[in-house]
Structure formats: C-alpha cells, structure tokens
Nanobody, 123 residues
Framework: QVQLVESGGGLVQAGGSLRLSCAVS????????MGWFRQAPGKEREFVAS????????NYADSVKGRFTASRDSAKNTVYLQMNSLKPEDTAVYYC????????????????WGQGTQVTVSS
C-alpha cells in the first residue's frame, strides 16, 4: 500500500508563490509517475503536472506551463510543486497521485491519491 500526504497549501495574493509537497511512503518502485491534479468547486478534477520518478521527466498542463515546476527528492521520497505567479483561477484543492509506468494526464489512470491541500489565491 502507498500513502501520499500533501502539505504546503494556503492563502496567497495573486502574483505570489507557494510550494506544495507530497510525501510518499509504503511500497513503491522506481518506475512510477507522480501526478499533480486540482479540483475547483463545481469543476472536474484536472491535470496540472506530472514527473517520472526515475528520470524526472515532467509534463505540464498548458494553463500552468512556465509558472509551475514539478520536482522530486529521491532521498526524502517527496515530490514538490513550485507554483509561481499564482492567479485567482489557480484556486483549488490540489492532490498528488501515483501510478505505475508512464506519465498520464487522466485522473482515473492513477492508483493512489493524497487527501488534498487547499490553495486559495486572492485577487
């Protein structure tokens, strides 16, 4: 079983930055992908970013490209999402997720999920 615990959410003004963390524990393998998703009230959960564990290949949604950066620290078994130039439309609950194999942008392809962390961006 895999456990994912997010942290780092909060309230920030537009233009500000936050860094989300996702601590990974339990049985894992090097051939997995970590994804970041978000869900705003009344909206579907949407893909934000992904990073492969072994080679740190990253992929981003167009809406966050150039502003968000995914990274991982193998020694700490933790992935991060650095969010810069935040906009009010980035307000959502952010989730990290894990799947085996290649990166994917569809939430149902991911097997394990964290509990989510709220990010609120004020205008």
């Amino acid at each position: 079983q895999v456990q994912l615990v997010e942290s780092g959410g909060g309230l920030v003004q537009a233009g500000g930055s936050l860094r989300l963390s996702c601590a990974v524990s339990g049985r894992t393998f090097s051939t997995y992908t970590m994804g970041w998703f978000r869900q705003a009230p009344g909206k579907e959960r949407e893909f934000v970013a992904s990073i492969t564990w072994r080679y740190a290949f990253t992929n981003y949604a167009d809406s966050v490209k150039g502003r968000f950066t995914a990274s991982r620290d193998s020694a700490k078994n933790t992935v991060y999402l650095q969010m810069n130039s935040l906009k009010p439309e980035d307000t959502a609950v952010y989730y990290c997720a894990q799947k085996q194999g290649r990166a994917a942008v569809i939430s149902r392809d991911y097997d394990y999920w964290g509990q989510g962390t709220q990010v609120t961006v004020s205008s």
